[in-house]
């Protein structure tokens, strides 16, 4: 089912995704080469700072649609 993006997904589905392949801040912060507080940013209050190139890294990396991780699907691999 199609939706509209979904601002208040963002910043959930990061840690969501985090906590269900089990790892910490700090690994997904090496994996995306940024400093760990940075990454605790994106997470808890500044999930639209994320730079592009990092956002689609954590997407690949979760092997999921950038879709999905805005909100706009409920569906991780939706086209």
């Known amino acids: 089912m199609k939706r509209y993006y979904n601002p208040l997904q963002l910043n959930y589905r990061y840690k969501e995704l985090r906590l269900q392949h089990s790892f910490t801040c700090a690994q997904i912060a090496e994996l995306l080469n940024i400093d760990e507080s940075e990454y605790i940013s994106y997470e808890n ?3 639209y ?3 592009l190139d990092k956002f689609i890294q ?3 990396l979760y ?3 950038s879709g999905y991780l805005i909100g706009c699907t409920d569906n991780p691999y939706e086209p």
């Open 49 to 51: 700072d994320m730079p």
């Open 63 to 65: 092997n999921v649609t």
């Open 45 to 47: 209050d500044k999930p």
């Open 58 to 60: 954590l997407a690949d």
